[in-house]
């Protein structure tokens, strides 16, 4: 095997956890990830960025510098000068946000062609001639760039429910007598129909109003399948199901409020239907344009196969919390979203020369949002479910990764990265409760922010700015309410040492009444935050952490946090030339380690404010470059030996009488 890699391919898996999935390998549950553990090597102590949340954590994995340095310092961002609070953070899906080079940016700089695949913060792409799909939402089809809490919109929308019975963003409608129809066969002799008036939800632009149908065809009151349709036609028909049954992957055209036309393409499955047409349920997958800016270059669209899977909203998590899907139709939301990426992945990289692929998928950490505390659920029955769906989504995973090494040869580095792990969402710890007993926060009366986040502890209180010393933001930060910086700020630049120190001892001393513990593990003044690559005037000017018994599974708790079957320790897994096999490396690293050692593998310079260091205990070799420079010099002495010899006149020469 070569002793560098001619290739690279980086496939990120949110919030995947190394020990369970040794776990499911040991139970012969994970083909694919056996096969790269086996002929890999393992980082048993590699350690996540603090906050341990997506966007940074990723952007620290595509630069290779610290929080502190690519400026993404939490899931939010603050724009200083305004106004402390969490009401005016933004999320931070934005490449223009990002102060540092990517991988790919440099390589493309050396030469390499890169492909960058639904990865956060990657959009609008700055490479001149690599291809990146997505990049400013978890998926292609979403956009959460600068949207407060965890808002998105979607191109064309996301998923909806059709049904007897009431859903968010869904429709109810009820079955009455058939008429009208034409062109469709075995209607039966008591067919029925619902109009559905289409809610085409969270839609980024505006949509006409339009009316689908749903008819049942049926003999004597009785119900198997269920047609969809956008009129009463035959050459209307989208699909036939029956209970249980997706669709394969539909086509349709959408017109736009503006009078314009969207081609889309999406999946439906037929989730109920009672054999008297009583109850009925209908899953209408996400609509994205089967062409659009959703790919760069634009052009690059062509030839790429989008048919197999589809796109589903978050991989159905809002449906799922909300119990709008079972938990057998959530795992095959994900399948068909990670089916789609790997797909699309497996086109480009197929029609188009490449170096570098950067690629993530989040299904895993959603499908931790959605069962990790009933993981560790008293109810037994419902420990067993939420353990079933946590296999079943690496399984999907471990799918899509045996369909993208059908990519890679034996000259290609694959590494496997996560950007965190995470533990059982535990006691909500609220910073008000201890600053205002200490006089440093106050709040304004009777008045809340409305939250939708059921993954984000985010303070929701309005502080009192007038009187409010202290002020909570985003994941991990207080803020002094400085006089001269802030809008409202009131602590003379004098206090401003004071007031931290205050706060961080009102953190560190507060006990909570229903545990009788205290939340918070660490708290530190902005200028000693460096230790954990926090600087910078996007962080806030007291960080803390709490312990892992408290908060919701991630974000606020050290990268070393352990509690019942979750660590937040990330994976990291290099597999390919030159690197040893069935190895696992004791060394402690960083994930912002990665990209240099990526870099010298493939011998490329690191990206302008690359701060990682290579971890040369992961190779079979780590002195490669060493002894090639070695032959090298030991060539030119040979070369300018002989040059010397060839230069000199015939008497020069010793052997000559």
């Known amino acids: 095997m070569a002793k560098t890699p001619k290739k690279v391919m980086v496939i990120g898996l949110d919030c995947a956890q190394p020990h369970l999935i040794e776990k499911y390998v040991k139970e012969g549950a994970l083909p694919t990830f056996k096969k790269l553990l086996e002929s890999g090597t393992l980082a048993v102590n590699a350690l996540a960025p603090y906050p341990t949340v997506t966007p940074p954590n990723w952007a620290v994995i595509a630069t290779g510098a610290t929080d502190g340095t690519h400026g993404i310092t939490d899931f939010h961002n603050h724009t200083p000068g305004a106004t402390l609070g969490n009401e005016s953070i933004t999320q931070n899906w934005d490449r223009d946000r990002i102060q540092a080079e990517t991988v790919w940016e440099a390589a493309e700089k050396a030469g390499k062609k890169c492909i960058v695949m639904t990865y956060p913060g990657s959009a609008p792409s700055r490479m001149k001639k690599g291809i990146t799909v997505g990049g400013n939402g978890f998926h292609v089809g979403e956009s959460r760039k600068g949207l407060p809490s965890l808002n998105a919109n979607y191109f064309l929308c996301e998923d909806s429910?059709?049904?007897?019975?009431?859903?968010?963003?869904?429709?109810?409608?009820?079955?009455?007598?058939?008429?009208?129809?034409?062109?469709?066969?075995?209607?039966?002799?008591?067919?029925?129909?619902?109009?559905?008036?289409?809610?085409?939800?969270?839609?980024?632009?505006?949509?006409?109003?339009?009316?689908?149908?749903v008819l049942l065809p049926g003999e004597d009151g009785e119900y198997g399948k269920a047609v969809l349709a956008t009129g009463k036609g035959g050459d209307k028909v989208l699909c036939t199901l029956t209970p249980g049954q997706w669709s394969d992957q539909l086509v349709t055209e959408i017109t736009m409020a503006d009078g314009g036309k969207e081609e889309v393409?999406?999946?439906?499955?037929?989730?109920?239907?009672?054999?008297?047409?009583?109850?009925?349920?209908?899953?209408?997958?996400?609509?994205?344009?089967?062409?659009?800016?959703?790919?760069?270059?634009?052009?690059?669209?062509?030839?790429?196969?989008?048919?197999?899977?589809?796109?589903?909203?978050?991989?159905?998590?809002?449906?799922?919390?909300?119990?709008s899907v079972d938990y057998d139709t959530y795992v095959e939301m994900n399948e068909n979203l990670s089916t789609w990426n790997a797909e699309v992945a497996i086109s480009l990289m197929q029609n188009n020369e490449w170096d570098l692929f950067y690629m993530h998928s989040h299904p895993i950490d959603w499908m931790y949002h959605l069962v990790l505390t009933d993981m560790v659920s008293d109810d037994a029955e419902k420990r067993e479910k939420a353990w079933d769906v946590h296999k079943r989504i690496y399984e999907v995973e471990d799918r899509m990764l045996a369909r993208l090494l059908t990519q890679a040869d034996k000259d290609t580095l694959v590494v496997l990265v996560s950007?965190?792990?995470?533990?059982?969402?535990?006691?909500?710890?609220?910073?008000?409760?201890?600053?205002?007993?200490?006089?440093?926060?106050?709040?304004?009366?009777?008045?809340?922010?409305?939250?939708?986040?059921?993954?984000?502890?985010?303070?929701?209180?309005?502080?009192?700015y007038a009187r409010s010393k202290a002020v909570p933001q985003r994941e991990i930060y207080i803020y002094v309410n400085l006089k001269g910086r802030d809008p409202?700020?009131?602590?003379?630049?004098?206090?401003?040492?004071?007031v931290q120190r205050e706060i961080c001892d009102a953190l560190?001393?507060?006990?909570?009444?229903?545990?009788?513990?205290?939340?918070?593990?660490?708290?530190?003044?902005?200028?000693?935050?460096?230790?954990?690559?926090?600087?910078?005037?996007r962080i806030g000017d007291v960080v803390y952490a709490l312990y892992p018994e408290f908060g919701s599974q991630h974000g606020h708790m050290l990268p070393t946090a352990e509690a019942g079957?979750?660590?937040?320790?990330?994976?990291?897994?290099?597999?390919?030339?030159?690197?040893?096999?069935?190895?696992?490396?004791?060394?402690?690293?960083?994930?912002?380690?990665?990209?240099?050692?990526?870099?010298?593998?493939?011998?490329?310079?690191?990206?302008e404010q690359c701060e990682g260091a290579i971890l040369y205990q992961a190779m079979r070799d780590p002195h490669f470059k060493d002894k090639e420079m070695e032959k090298l010099r030991e060539g030119l002495k040979r070369?300018?030996?002989?040059?010397?010899?060839?230069?000199r006149e015939p008497w020069d020469h010793h052997d000559c009488a």
Request: a negative charge.
């Open 488 to 498: 409202e700020g009131i602590v003379e630049p004098e206090d401003y040492e004071k």
């Open 508 to 537: 560190l001393t507060y006990v909570d009444p229903q545990t009788g513990k205290r939340p918070v593990a660490l708290a530190l003044p902005k200028k000693d935050a460096r230790i954990l690559g926090l600087h910078g005037d």
């Open 639 to 647: 070369m300018e030996a002989a040059m010397s010899r060839d230069s």
């Open 419 to 464: 950007d965190h792990g995470a533990t059982p969402d535990g006691v909500v710890f609220d910073p008000y409760k201890a600053l205002t007993p200490a006089g440093l926060a106050y709040m304004t009366d009777g008045k809340a922010m409305e939250s939708e986040s059921n993954v984000l502890a985010l303070s929701t209180h309005l502080p009192d």
């Open 161 to 213: 429910i059709i049904s007897t019975d009431l859903y968010p963003h869904g429709f109810r409608g009820e079955f009455v007598d058939a008429e009208g129809w034409d062109g469709v066969e075995d209607m039966g002799n008591a067919p029925m129909e619902m109009e559905v008036k289409m809610p085409f939800p969270r839609a980024e632009r505006a949509i006409a109003p339009a009316t689908w149908w």
């Open 565 to 607: 079957p979750g660590k937040l320790g990330p994976l990291l897994l290099f597999s390919g030339p030159n690197i040893k096999k069935n190895n696992k490396m004791e060394r402690t690293c960083w994930l912002w380690d990665l990209v240099p050692t990526i870099c010298y593998l493939l011998c490329i310079p690191a990206p």
């Open 265 to 323: 393409f999406f999946r439906c499955k037929l989730i109920t239907l009672a054999d008297d047409a009583s109850e009925f349920k209908l899953l209408i997958g996400a609509m994205v344009p089967t062409k659009g800016d959703w790919i760069h270059p634009l052009d690059k669209s062509e030839g790429v196969d989008i048919t197999k899977g589809a796109i589903h909203a978050a991989g159905g998590l809002v449906m799922g919390l909300l119990g």
